[in-house]
């Protein structure tokens, strides 16, 4: 089994920058697709981005060109680079792992994921 541990979140105003990391642990890292959500109270569980062992990664479109996901494998950890952030980014922010690339980037996001962490919170205000 999968535990990941979130960290990195934090208070940033619009235009900051911050990354996120998330580490596994267990045995199945390097064969894992890995991802991050995000959620605000009140709403739904989004989609942000994610990345296969391979090193493919694929983003929701409100993130593209100013996030990026990339991986560690030595180091068994995820991270989520976030540039240029603005109001709307500020959520308490998942990572996921999932052995099926496919359940990982489903739309409306798929709730079975193997793995998730316990979130760390992005706020972006001024």
């Known amino acids: 089994q999968v535990h990941l541990v979130e960290s990195g979140g934090g208070l940033v105003q619009p235009g900051g920058s911050l990354t996120l990391s998330c580490a596994a642990s267990?045995?199945?890292?390097?064969?894992?697709?890995m991802g991050w959500f995000r959620q605000v109270p009140g709403k739904e569980r989004e989609f942000v981005a994610a990345?296969?062992?391979?090193?493919?990664?694929y983003y929701t479109d409100s993130v593209k060109g100013r996030f990026t996901i990339f991986r560690n494998n030595a180091k068994k950890t995820v991270y989520l680079q976030m540039n240029s952030l603005e109001p709307e980014d500020t959520a308490v922010y998942f990572c996921?792992?999932?052995?099926?690339?496919?359940?990982?980037?489903?739309?409306?996001?798929?709730?079975?994921?193997?793995?998730w962490g316990q979130g760390t919170l992005v706020t972006v205000s001024s």
């Open positions: 990345i296969n062992s391979g090193g493919t990664t």
């Open positions: 996921a792992a999932d052995m099926n690339w496919g359940r990982m980037v489903a739309n409306p996001p798929y709730r079975g994921l193997e793995a």
């Open positions: 267990g045995s199945v890292f390097g064969a894992n697709a």
